[in-house]
């Protein structure tokens, strides 16, 4: 199963933009890039996803490398409230788990 | 729209007990998926069921845990003669769509099951 690296923790400080970055050498064609973020005693939240193109919603914009074994997940402006770990996960067609890893933990300090 | 609900929030067993854990799905939502968290873990796949059809059961252990997701009413995680190793977060998941690789899954807020 094709698997995601990131870093452990990183720190940001506030209304900073925040680069969240994530490998994924190993990723397959039709492997689609999900992102989500789970703050203290929450259950996971949807950030984003995509494919090939880069993409963007409300809450951030996700930038994929062309040959696609990377990509960065980009917060525009770190609150206090986007203290969290942030997973980044590959969704494939051998299974129908999102297999969270143990993400990078977000530290935002005023 | 409610989210997906999770009840109950917090849940105490004595070791051998049966622990019942409940998701009710967001509305419209027929496809539900179980996770467990052990504590400083991210999250493992246990499930993954659509209404009365269990898809995917290859995270869940073959002993002790069973999971439905009847044609009315939420589904249940069910934890027979439950273990000190059973405590940590179980969350559930449902999404609208078949095409579960091209969409987001909404998540509950957990049951968080401690065996004493």
């Known amino acids: 199963d094709a698997k995601t690296t990131q870093p452990n923790s990183m720190e940001s400080n506030e209304e900073e933009p925040v680069h969240l970055p994530c490998n994924h050498s190993t990723i397959s064609g039709t492997d689609y890039i999900h992102w989500y973020r789970q703050l203290p005693s929450q259950g996971p939240e949807y950030v984003i996803h995509?494919?090939?193109s880069n993409v963007n919603n409300r809450m951030a914009s996700l930038a994929i490398a062309e040959d696609r074994k990377s990509s960065t997940l980009i917060l525009h402006r770190a609150t206090l409230r986007d203290a969290a770990v942030y997973y980044c996960?590959?969704?494939?067609?051998?299974?129908?788990?999102?297999?969270f890893g143990k993400g990078t933990s977000l530290l935002v300090t005023p | 729209n409610a989210g997906v609900m999770q009840n109950p929030r917090h849940l105490v067993r004595r070791r051998g007990q049966e622990a019942r854990l409940r998701c009710s799905p967001m509305?419209?939502?027929?496809?539900v998926y179980w996770y467990r968290q052990l504590p400083e873990e991210g999250l493992k796949f246990m499930v993954y069921?659509?209404?009365?059809?269990?898809?995917?059961e290859s995270g869940m252990p073959k002993e002790r845990f069973s999971a439905e997701f009847p044609k009315e009413g939420p589904s249940i995680l069910r934890i027979q003669q439950v273990v000190r190793g059973d405590s940590a977060a179980y969350f559930c998941?449902?999404?609208?769509?078949?095409?579960?690789?091209?969409?987001?899954?909404?998540f509950g807020q957990g049951t968080r099951l401690t065996v004493v």
């Open positions: 069921l659509q209404k009365e059809n269990i898809i995917d």
């Open positions: 509305k419209g939502h027929s496809h």
């Open positions: 998941a449902s999404s609208p769509l078949q095409d579960w690789m091209n969409t987001e899954a909404f």
């Open positions: 996960i590959l969704s494939t067609n051998s299974g129908y788990a999102l297999n």
């Open positions: 995509g494919l090939t």
